[in-house]
């Protein structure tokens, strides 16, 4: 029996030396340096119009002034009620 389990023993090893000579046999891919990867994404990235960041910049701030003007009138409110009491 310790013949046997030697036996397989070696099969084994055989097999794993034999899977790790083909990984090795397969052509490496030539990465390309961060540098050159991030040019290429950021030539496909769709950056906006100066026309479109103005008018998102006031819309955005048209609605940050809106929000504003809310809570100071809730606030108002608040005080008026608390004033009753």
Do not use: H, R
Not at 28 to 54: A, C, I
Not at 59 to 68: A, D, G
């Amino acid at each position: 029996m310790a013949k046997d389990s030697k036996k397989e023993e070696k099969k084994v090893k055989k097999v794993t030396k034999d899977k790790s000579k083909k990984k090795d046999n397969k052509p490496k891919k030539v990465k390309e340096s961060y540098g050159k990867e991030l040019k290429k994404e950021m030539k496909m990235v769709k950056w906006p119009e100066k026309k479109e960041v103005v008018k998102y910049t006031i819309s955005t701030i048209v609605f940050c002034l809106l929000i504003c003007a809310f809570f100071q009138l809730l606030l108002l409110l608040m005080s008026i009620v608390k004033g009753w009491f």
